[in-house]
């Protein structure tokens, strides 16, 4: 039997949609037999998730999705295999979550002098307690009418240059692998292809994190194109680093991301599974 992996998904405890126990179910409904949870920036959501597992035909890693500043940009590191007990990861994560709390209140400011009041509140009850992304900012404004869907939203008020951007202040390199290797995890480059980087700076961004004991790419992800993942599986191979497969999935509303719905490694990657086997 073909085992169906998805390392790359959100929960609750960050900017999914669903609770650690019902992406679980509904990552076994999918045919999932080994799901990575990997909510940004925080490991809440993984002691609910083994237990959920626990009811069904489906293996947890545990994960994070820990928010990167290289070279001025926000880049993402997926981390699989990690002791969540980990003081040092612990430590390191909050911080990132302190920086939210204060970003997401600057995020509410802005937009305020924006003519857009109430975002920052909106988006805090969005996230019931949990830290808070721009994705809370964006369900929150697309409720309130201001702008027709997220990629909208985001567009018109969350990037660079638009009303509500805040400039990324998160983990260097460094730190996010080190905090990484500190805790027996492995370290994956999250959609290597959404950083809209020339293939030369995708390259030097690869070659650091290689120096720094990185081990794997996302090559397979729910948000790069079919063309896109064997531009990846190539970076993969040359740099010989280990591939990975996720969907990233936030929500059953995003019609076009589901748990487990990936297209096989190209031939040739090396499985990033055989790493957390090892
Ligand atoms: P943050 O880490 O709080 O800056 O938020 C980043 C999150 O916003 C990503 O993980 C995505 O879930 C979401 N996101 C970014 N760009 C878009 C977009 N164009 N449309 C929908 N969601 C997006
Ligand atoms: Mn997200
Ligand atoms: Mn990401
Ligand atoms: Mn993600």
Same mark, same amino acid.
């Given at each position: 039997m073909q085992i169906k992996y998805d390392f790359h998904s959100h929960s609750t +405890?960050?900017? /999914?949609? %669903?609770?650690p126990s019902r992406l679980v179910a509904r990552a076994a409904d999918m045919g999932v037999h080994v799901l990575a949870l990997t909510d940004h920036d925080t490991l809440e959501g993984l002691e609910e998730a083994r237990q959920a597992a626990l009811e069904h035909d489906i293996r947890i890693v545990t994960g994070a999705e820990i928010s990167v500043t290289w070279n001025g940009q926000t880049v993402h590191i997926v981390a699989l295999g990690?002791?969540?007990?980990?003081q040092g990861l612990g430590t390191g994560l909050q911080k990132l979550v302190e920086y939210r709390h204060w970003r997401a209140a600057e995020i509410g400011r802005r937009l305020e002098k924006h003519g857009i009041s109430g975002a920052h509140e909106g988006a805090v009850a969005l996230s019931n307690g949990r830290l808070v992304s721009r994705t809370h900012f964006a369900r929150f404004l697309v409720g309130a009418g201001e702008a027709r869907d997220m990629r909208d939203c985001f567009k018109r008020? %969350?990037?660079? /240059?638009?009303?509500g951007h805040v400039s990324g202040e998160w983990a260097t390199l460094e730190e996010a692998l080190g905090w990484i290797y500190d805790a027996g995890g492995h370290a994956v480059i999250a959609?290597? +292809?959404?950083? /809209?980087?020339t293939r030369t700076k995708l390259r030097r961004l690869i070659g650091e994190f290689q120096e720094l004991g990185g081990e794997a790419i996302e090559v397979v992800s729910g948000s790069h194109s079919k063309d896109e993942c064997y531009t990846m599986a190539r970076h993969a191979k040359d740099f010989d680093l280990h591939a990975s497969t996720g969907s990233d999935f936030h929500t059953p509303e995003n019609q076009w991301v589901e748990l487990g719905r990936l297209m096989p490694l190209p031939v040739g990657c090396k499985p990033v599974w055989e790493l957390l086997e090892a």
């Open positions: +405890a960050s900017d /999914g949609t %669903l609770t990690i002791d969540p007990a980990n008020f %969350l990037v660079r /240059g638009r009303p959609h290597p +292809a959404r950083y /809209g980087m």
